[in-house]
């Protein structure tokens, strides 16, 4: 069964870090652009971050520029998210998701895969 596994959700104080994690399971990441979104109650789904398989490079969300860095490491099948100076505004579902074989980056429509979600509470 493919699958895309997130956790490393928890809850931290503003200012706090936190690093997600996605691994994958029945396909190789090799290949695919790897995108994180996230879901905040009563709003849509929004991209967050991703990064292309052709040359890994990567994208932002003016919102989180500066705060968050997305990375991948083919030999685990694993893409994480460190996120740094967590603000209140960032609490949400974390998803991460998979499209490919492809080139590029981008806040697709049509991502293969997604992950089940993983909660980040940023709370005083």
């Known amino acids: 069964q493919v699958q895309l596994v997130e956790s490393g959700g928890g809850l931290v104080q503003p200012g706090g870090s936190l690093r997600l994690s996605c691994a994958a399971s029945?396909?190789?990441?090799?290949?695919?652009?790897i995108g994180w979104f996230r879901q905040a109650p009563g709003k849509e789904r929004e991209g967050v971050s991703c990064?292309?398989?052709?040359?890994?490079?990567?994208h932002y969300a003016d919102s989180v520029k500066g705060r968050f860095t997305i990375s991948r490491d083919n030999a685990k099948n694993t893409v994480y998210l460190q996120m740094n100076s967590l603000k209140p505004e960032d609490t949400a579902v974390y998803y991460c998701?998979?499209?490919?074989?492809?080139?590029?980056?981008?806040?697709?429509?049509?991502?293969?895969?997604w992950g089940q979600g993983t909660q980040v509470t940023v709370s005083s």
């Open positions: 998701a998979a499209k490919g074989p492809t080139l590029g980056c981008g806040f697709f429509d049509d991502y293969d895969y």
């Open positions: 029945g396909f190789t990441l090799d290949y695919y652009a």
């Open positions: 990064i292309s398989a052709s040359d890994s490079s990567t």
